[in-house]
């Protein structure tokens, strides 16, 4: 394979975090199966497709299909050494968690278009978990008590906003990659999310 002909790869990371630089990826990504077969990785860790398929509940052909689009995109790649025989592939993400800004993209019309479809997608995934969330939250008080919501109002310039933005994203990585206790407690998958922009009361 010639480096033309290889899948285009997401930018530098930070903190473990891919920048987004390539249309394609965020096409990718724009897609709900896609988005919760990333989601699956990055919670359980490698799968198969067809592990991937019964935990995002489509067929295992489909969920091949968007294994390829995925590792296409540059965002999922296989791991070998996991396979038993020459049948079984194994896939992960190339990276922990992915970002981006519209301003890389300005000049190119469909990546825009493709970057604010993925935006789109995640938020409505934010807002259906929460719901879920809010639905179901009184059948676990333990949980209740500990899970969290905050909003606040504050004044910041562009540059203070995106060192604010490192801080957080920093501390959220921390936590997803610290090493978990061996202490015999249970511990379940948390969804965590932050958003800033600027808004009027």
């Known amino acids: 394979m010639t480096p033309d002909e290889r899948p285009p790869q997401p930018g530098p990371s930070s903190h473990g975090v891919r920048t987004i630089t390539d249309a394609k990826a965020l096409s990718a990504m724009a897609n709900p ?67 981006w800004s519209r301003a890389d993209f300005a000049s190119d019309t469909a990546a825009v278009t493709a970057a604010y479809a993925a935006e789109a997608l995640a938020l409505q995934r934010q807002f259906e978990r929460v719901q879920e969330w809010n639905a179901n939250a009184a059948t676990v008080p333990e949980w209740d008590d500990a899970a969290f919501a905050t909003q606040n109002w504050m004044r ?24 978990v206790p061996d202490d015999g407690v249970e511990r379940e998958s948390v969804f965590v999310f932050s958003r800033g922009f600027p808004a009027q009361p």
């Open 33 to 99: 199966f896609r988005s919760r077969m990333m989601d699956a990785l990055k919670v359980d860790g490698p799968s198969t497709a067809s592990a991937l398929a019964a935990r995002t509940g489509q067929a295992v052909g489909s969920a091949s299909h968007h294994l390829k689009v995925l590792s296409e995109a540059g965002l999922v790649e296989e791991v070998p050494e996991l396979a038993k025989d020459r049948r079984e592939r194994w896939w992960r993400l190339v990276d922990p968690g992915t970002r």
């Open 156 to 179: 910041l310039s562009p540059p203070e906003m995106r060192e604010m933005a490192e801080e957080i994203i920093e501390v959220l990585v921390r936590w997803s990659r610290r090493e």
